[in-house]
């Protein structure tokens, strides 16, 4: 069962880091079987809108996107084949530190400026989707920074229930358990 410590604190208060957090579940008796940590901060990522797409006049499948980011028009190279007119999709502009730690400069792409990068799933760090560009909702404000969208990065404990721990196969199941094993954590009443 994967618990994330975000979602976690809505039922307990606790201030331990994750990795305190599995020793003492682990203490309780549930098996802890890895941390995860997803997401980022997403750094100068924000909410860009496709605003027209043409051909890239050297290259079969890449295309050249004009892309507001919330300020300005900036000239994006793209190698999606899923970008549409209209389509809102994270936007790395120049500076912009995606969760790999890549700064994105601008570049030239076979003799095309661009200027950033409309980014996929796994390049942001939410799955490890390539296929293409991540669609946002269309009633997202051009320019909103990714982590509005998206929430703080998070860790997620991955955890093992046996068989004769019914009780901890839900989130609040958990938060009873971290109540109980850390002496000085008081439950919360929001739930």
């Known amino acids: ?23 003492r579940l682990t203490f309780s008796g549930v098996e802890v079987e890895g941390i ?5 901060d997403y750094e100068g990522i924000v ?11 050297s290259a079969d499948r890449l295309t050249i996107c004009r892309v507001h980011d919330g300020r300005k028009e900036c000239r994006v190279v793209c190698g999606a084949t899923n970008v549409k007119v209209g389509d809102k999709a994270p ?7 995606l969760p790999s730690g890549m700064t994105i400069r601008k570049a ?31 009633n997202l404000r051009t320019g909103t920074p990714l982590s509005e969208v998206l929430g703080p ?17 839900c989130i609040i199941g958990i938060a009873r358990e971290v109540a109980a094993a850390s002496s000085g954590w008081q439950p919360t009443l929001s739930a």
Request: glycine residues 8%; proline residues 7%; contains cysteine.
């Open 1 to 23: 069962m994967k618990v994330p410590v975000n979602w976690l604190k809505d039922y307990v208060e606790f201030d331990a880091t994750p990795e305190e957090l599995a020793k």
């Open 36 to 40: 995860e940590k997803i997401g980022s």
């Open 47 to 57: 909410v860009g809108e496709v605003l027209a797409i043409d051909r890239h006049p």
């Open 91 to 97: 936007f790395a502009g120049v500076g912009a530190v």
């Open 108 to 138: 030239k792409i076979r003799g095309e400026v661009s200027e950033g990068m409309l980014c996929a799933e796994d390049e942001v760090a939410i799955s490890k989707d390539h296929s293409g560009l991540m669609i946002l909702p269309p």
């Open 153 to 169: 990065p998070d860790a997620v404990i991955d955890l093992e229930i046996t068989w004769n721990r019914p009780d901890c196969l």
